[in-house]
């Protein structure tokens, strides 16, 4: 673990890989140290950003250290399910990449509990992992300039919604109409650090 300063306002926590830093978030979130205000978890680091009326990054930096992380599937957080219709474009690529057929791939994605590692790339997006590693498969060698909207992909050893439009290069196995984004929602993020999820197949 290695702890630095980020600008004023925060303290970047570096770790091995991201189940540490998923075990080390849940931990910290469940009993957050005084003086931080959002907890931002990416691959490989952990992001506190700090109340700089109140934090004092010394004794908060000393509290992160203390803290035993929690491991993943301890924790009985929120679940979302997410109804799917699997007709993605790229199903059947995705079915020869790793070898299984398309109902093996639906019932591979439906079958596994998923939760948030972390968020990015749009407001809204949720990079989800899950126990198996059968349905980890390369991006598309070319991305497309256009995804539409709720597009259900997969990337890696990670799984995701398009929360709107946007161009990318997952391979797309599905598309759901519930919405990831909402600006008028609270929190607007559906998918967010921790939530658990479960994708539910739809005709």
């Not at 003086?35 to 992001?47: H, Q």
Request: aromatic share 6%; net charge negative.
């Amino acid at each position: 673990m290695r702890v630095l300063p980020c600008a004023d306002l925060g303290l970047l926590v570096e770790l091995d890989d991201l189940d540490a830093v998923r075990a080390l978030h849940a931990a910290l979130a469940a009993n957050l140290p005084p003086g931080v205000t959002d907890l931002v978890p990416a691959a490989r680091t952990l992001l506190l950003r700090l109340d700089p009326r109140t934090a004092n990054p010394s004794e908060i930096e000393q509290f992160v250290r203390a803290t035993r992380p929690v491991a993943v599937g301890e924790q009985n957080s929120e679940l979302v399910r997410i109804p799917v219709v699997y007709d993605g474009e790229d199903l059947d690529d995705v079915a020869k990449l790793t070898g299984l057929t398309r109902q093996e791939v639906i019932i591979e994605h439906t079958e596994t509990e998923w939760r948030v590692a972390f968020g990015g790339f749009a407001p809204g997006f949720g990079y989800l992992t899950g126990d198996s590693a059968k349905l980890e498969v390369p991006r598309r060698k070319e991305s497309r300039t256009k995804v539409p909207v709720g597009a259900v992909a997969l990337a890696g050893a990670f799984t995701g919604v398009y929360p709107r439009e946007s161009p990318g290069g997952w391979q797309l196995i599905g598309r759901t109409d519930l919405l990831m984004w909402q600006v008028d929602r609270d929190p607007p993020a559906l998918l967010r650090p921790g939530v658990r999820v479960r994708f539910e197949e739809v005709r």
